[in-house]
């Protein structure tokens, strides 16, 4: 049972710890004018959007459409070359396209009430509140997911959504706070608090911070010089049904795991039929490839790290509209996501995933000619004999064929590496077990899900893992350590 907190205290000490950081991009817009329309869109514009690509996004828009009649001027098309890349910039360009044609309904102006603003275009609560409290100077409370966290964490409020912990606080906060809540706690959010690992060992809050379902980062060990470069920990998992497994508290394991980038495979969703803690993840952004059939396959990939460019398949129809390939370049090299095809009961579809295999092998040694590839996910086959419990058994059946197995046999000579074998030649670890028999209590498994690697670059990984005590899927994580 947690004591109330002095949320006085607590904000006005969070505040004093805070200034002079950078504050949303929104406010710094509202510094620069107060015009409704512009902050209005400003708002819009930053929805799952890092600062400063909103700030440039922003400042290219309002030099052609700075009120709602040069906006109605332009075409969908021509506002989303001045808005990319925000995220879901065609969506954003759709809902600022019709704005002009909503704003007539109040005689061509932005209105003032939460009622109202919820009625236009791309506009939700929080982006009603803020540009209440920001363009008009009225009473509103903003609350996005800083907000929510941290004031269930201080045990404030004991709520599930960020619509409930809105409620909430306009029956218990003190309405000197209302407007400075959400840019207090979003700067104190991105500094000390983190969605991941916050950094409780220096919070000014330390003694007194209830730490509610907090898992604090190790405090970082002093050291003369930092000589190389900090790894990446990447994690890669079938979870089979993405919204199956939010059931299961899935959005509270990415916080848990602490991986910089997670690869998701079989996802059997499209971003419009998820959440917003799927769709948005504290501290990451979300990239997606679902297929053309609902409810099969997708993957998707949360990452802490913004990409240079994101690839969405191989180019090739027969095999994309399956939704089975994401890649996301950075810096120093390429990730790959991959589910790969099951070869189907009665083999039916063995030359359908050999051909997309095929596919697959060409498109990475493409990139490879330009930087490290690493490539992750569901093979759905079992490489050799020591990973899957019943070899013999299934030598006739899918993910363990001679032509799947030749294959991978096929990967390796082209110079791709296992990265788990390179660290354990060990028996008996696996990654997919059936639901049937109680496989997995009793370890009856299969090993096929995968980090490989560029051979050039197998020197960069640190260690590679399998994760067999996280639940919730058929298949288990694994786990890739990278320095680049």
Request: aromatic share 10%.
């Amino acid at each position: 049972m947690f004591s109330p907190i002095d949320i006085n205290f607590f904000l006005d000490k969070v505040a004093a710890h805070v200034k002079g950081v950078q504050v949303p991009v929104v406010d710094l817009i509202a510094v620069q004018t107060k015009d409704p329309f512009k902050v209005l869109v400003a708002t819009i514009l930053s929805a799952r959007t890092k600062d400063e690509t909103t700030a440039v996004a922003a400042e290219k828009l309002f030099r052609v459409a700075g009120n709602a009649e040069a906006l109605d001027a332009l075409s969908e098309e021509q506002i989303e070359k001045l808005i990319f890349p925000v995220g879901f910039f065609r969506n954003k360009a759709r809902f600022l396209k019709a704005l002009p044609a909503a704003l007539s309904k109040f005689d061509n102006l932005v209105p003032n009430t939460i009622e109202e603003l919820v009625t236009l275009p791309g506009v939700g609560r929080k982006t009603a509140n803020l540009v209440r409290a920001i363009a008009f100077d009225l009473p509103a409370i903003c609350v996005d997911t800083h907000v929510h966290r941290i004031m269930n964490i201080w045990r404030y409020v004991d709520t599930n959504t960020p619509l409930e912990t809105e409620m909430a606080l306009r029956n218990s906060l003190p309405e000197e706070h209302w407007k400075s809540v959400n840019s207090i706690l979003v700067a104190f959010g991105q500094l000390l608090c983190k969605p991941v690992r916050p950094h409780c060992d220096i919070c000014p809050l330390l003694q007194e911070c209830p730490q509610y379902e907090v898992v604090p980062r190790n405090p970082p060990r002093k050291t003369k010089k930092q000589t190389s470069k900090p790894s990446i920990r990447l994690m890669s998992w079938n979870v089979n049904g993405i919204r199956a497994i939010e059931k299961k508290g899935f959005p509270k394991s990415i916080a848990k795991f602490d991986a910089d980038i997670l690869a998701l495979q079989e996802i059997k969703a499209t971003p419009d039929q998820l959440s917003e803690s799927l769709l948005q993840p504290d501290g990451y952004t979300a990239f997606w490839h679902s297929a053309v059939r609902k409810g099969y396959s997708g993957v998707a990939v949360y990452s802490r790290i913004q990409p240079l460019s994101v690839i969405t398949g191989l180019g090739n129809e027969e095999f994309d509209c399956e939704g089975r390939v994401l890649t996301l370049e950075f810096d120093d090299f390429y990730l790959t996501n991959i589910y790969f095809p099951n070869s189907g009961d009665g083999l039916k579809r063995l030359d359908y995933k050999l051909a997309f295999n095929d596919a697959l092998l060409h498109f990475a040694n493409s990139l490879r000619k330009n930087k490290s590839v690493i490539l992750c996910g569901d093979f759905n086959v079992a490489h050799k004999a020591i990973d899957l419990k019943n070899p013999e058994a299934n030598v006739k059946n899918p993910g363990y064929t001679p032509e799947e197995r030749a294959w991978m046999d096929s990967f390796v000579d082209a110079g791709y590496v296992d990265t788990f074998r390179k660290f354990n030649q060990d028996p008996d670890n696996y990654t997919w077990w059936s639901y049937r028999f109680n496989a997995r209590a009793r370890n009856i498994g299969w090993r096929i899900d995968y980090f490989w690697i560029d051979g050039q670059s197998v020197a960069k990984v640190t260690d590679a893992t399998i994760l067999p005590e996280v639940s919730g899927s058929d298949h288990c994580p694994v786990l890739l350590e990278y320095t680049p």
